[in-house]
C-alpha cells in the first residue's frame, strides 16, 4: 500500500541556516505530494503541493520537487527563521485518503 | 468564512464514558476523516467518509464510532471500549478522496 517516509527528528538550527527534509515514498500509479506544518497546539496547514513529476511547490521561502526517479520530495529552506519551528509533515495522496509520514520536529534557535 | 471547525478544544473524560467530538465543515467538501495523533507517531487515520451516509473504518477504528448524516458534520464518539483515549483529535475534510485536505484546530482528550 501507500507509505510515506520522513527522515526522523527533531532537528535542531540556528537561525539563517539551511534546513533539509527528507521525504521518500511509495505509492501505486501517480499520487500528488504535499507537505503540511503544524505549530503547537494547532491543526495542520497546507504548506506547499505538487500533482505530478518534476512539479515544484513552493511557499513561505520553502522549496519541493516532485521526483519520480528517487521517488522523493525532500523540504528544503535557504534560511530558516524562529518562527519556522513546528512539526513538518510529508503526504500523499491515495484513491481514497492521504497518507503521512511521521512528521519531523524541526526547532530554530535564536 | 469557510472552513472546518471542531469542538470542544479541550476534553476531559472518565473512564467508562463514551464522549463525542465535533467537526463541522462549510467548505462543501464531499471527502471527511478523523486522525489521531499522539506525541512522536504522526497522524493514524480513524475514520474516513467519501460521501454522506458512508463512511469507512481507517488504521485504529476500534473503540471508536462516526456518523454521517449530513454533509456537513462528521462527529467522532470514543466510546469505553478504546483503551487509551489520550490523544489529540483532528478532523479533515477535502474536496473528494485524496485530495489535499483541510484540517480543523484539533480537539485535546484526556481520560481523568
Known amino acids: 500500500g501507500d507509505s510515506v517516509t520522513q527522515m526522523e527528528g527533531p532537528v535542531t538550527l540556528s537561525e539563517e541556516a539551511f534546513l533539509t527534509i527528507n521525504c521518500t515514498y511509495t505509492?501505486?500509479?501517480?499520487?500528488?505530494l504535499f507537505w503540511y506544518v503544524q505549530y503547537p497546539g494547532e491543526g495542520l496547514q497546507l504548506l506547499l503541493k505538487?500533482?505530478?513529476?518534476?512539479d515544484k511547490g513552493s511557499n513561505k521561502g520553502f522549496e519541493a520537487t516532485y521526483r519520480k526517479e528517487t521517488t522523493s520530495f525532500h523540504l528544503e529552506k535557504g534560511s530558516v527563521q524562529v518562527s519556522d519551528s513546528a512539526v513538518y509533515f510529508c503526504?500523499?495522496?491515495?484513491?481514497?485518503?492521504?497518507?503521512f509520514g511521521a512528521g519531523t520536529t524541526v526547532t530554530v534557535r535564536a | 468564512d469557510g472552513g472546518i471547525t471542531q469542538s470542544p478544544k479541550y476534553l476531559f473524560r472518565k473512564e467508562g464514558q463514551n464522549v463525542t467530538l465535533s467537526c463541522e465543515q462549510n467548505?462543501?467538501?464531499?471527502?471527511m476523516y478523523w486522525y489521531r495523533q499522539d506525541p512522536g507517531q504522526g497522524l493514524r487515520l480513524i475514520y474516513y467518509?467519501?460521501?454522506?451516509?458512508?463512511?469507512q473504518k481507517g488504521d485504529i477504528a476500534e473503540g471508536y464510532s462516526v456518523s454521517r448524516e449530513k454533509k456537513e458534520s462528521f462527529p467522532l464518539t470514543v466510546t469505553s471500549a478504546q483503551k487509551n483515549p489520550t490523544a489529540f483529535y483532528l478532523c479533515?475534510?477535502?474536496?473528494?478522496?485524496?485530495?489535499?485536505?483541510?484540517f480543523g484546530q484539533g480537539t485535546r482528550l484526556t481520560v481523568v
Open positions: 467548505l462543501n467538501h464531499d471527502a
Open positions: 479533515a475534510s477535502s474536496l473528494s478522496g485524496g485530495r489535499k485536505a483541510f
Open positions: 503526504a500523499l495522496s491515495g484513491e481514497y485518503k492521504l497518507s
Open positions: 467518509s467519501q460521501i454522506v451516509n458512508d463512511f
Open positions: 505509492a501505486t500509479g501517480y499520487p500528488s
Open positions: 505538487a500533482t505530478k513529476a518534476d
